[in-house]
């Protein structure tokens, strides 16, 4: 599935000039991206590897949005890709960008692993908040018994440099919460993270990550 992952990245890479000059559609693009880990919630899905991923994104100019998205995940089992698929509405209320939307994480070959949420967040200049619950889950846990809650801040340092902040917090109806911090400084298509959580004792995860999006 690894294969398959690179292959699509390819496949969007090569064909972005042909699409966009022949067949361009408003609100339509595509990311590519390539990571040395990737880390979601503080947590390595790759363990400690790296990851390809690629992903198409629909943005129409109501405020409503879709996306999918693919990469290859380790899990040290049968589980080798996660394919996800967002369902959104975007707002703005005078100086408040909000948004709402509905995640569904698909991992082909998992056992038990495939679980939805819903997702809440809220935007004022520098700072975000935003809170995901679960809403079902292929392991028999129900609406509202794990979620999710997290600050990130924004600065732009000027010269195409953004430094961010994040912190988030994991709760689980079963127990095994925890918590996870970072610090990212951007510059154009480059991005260097330094993630941490509390679960466990592990270690500062540091990745650096170049991604593209494009018209198609």
């Known amino acids: 599935m690894k294969r398959t992952t690179i292959l699509l990245a390819a496949a969007l890479v090569s064909g972005s000039t042909f699409s966009t000059q022949a067949f361009a559609v408003d609100g339509l693009s595509a990311n590519v991206a390539a990571t040395n880990n ?20 629909y943005n129409a100019k109501s405020g409503f949005y879709a996306s999918t998205w693919i990469s290859n995940v380790d899990y040290g089992d049968d589980t080798t890709s996660e394919l996800d698929i967002i369902l959104g509405y975007g707002f703005e209320v005078e100086d408040f960008a909000f948004d709402i939307s509905y995640l ?3 991992y082909p070959g998992g056992d038990d ?9 809220v935007q004022w ?4 908040v935003g809170y995901n619950v679960l809403a079902n889950s292929d392991d028999g846990s129900d609406f509202g018994d794990d979620d999710y809650l997290y600050v990130d801040l924004g600065f732009d340092l000027g010269r195409d440099l953004k ?4 912190y988030g917090v994991s709760s689980y109806n079963a127990g095994g919460d925890y918590n ?3 610090i990212s400084l951007s510059k154009n298509d480059f991005t260097f993270s330094l993630i941490k959580n509390d679960k466990d004792d592990s270690d500062l995860a540091a990745t650096v990550t ?7």
């Open 163 to 166: 430094l961010s902040f994040h």
């Open 210 to 216: 170049y991604s593209v999006s494009f018209d198609l």
């Open 113 to 121: 692993l495939n679980f939805s949420e819903v997702a809440l967040s």
């Open 125 to 128: 200049e520098i700072i975000k």
């Open 180 to 182: 996870d911090y970072g």
């Open 104 to 106: 569904n994480y698909a």
């Open 38 to 57: 990737y880390v979601w919630r503080g947590v390595s899905q790759t363990n400690n590897g790296a990851a390809v991923s690629g992903g198409i994104d």
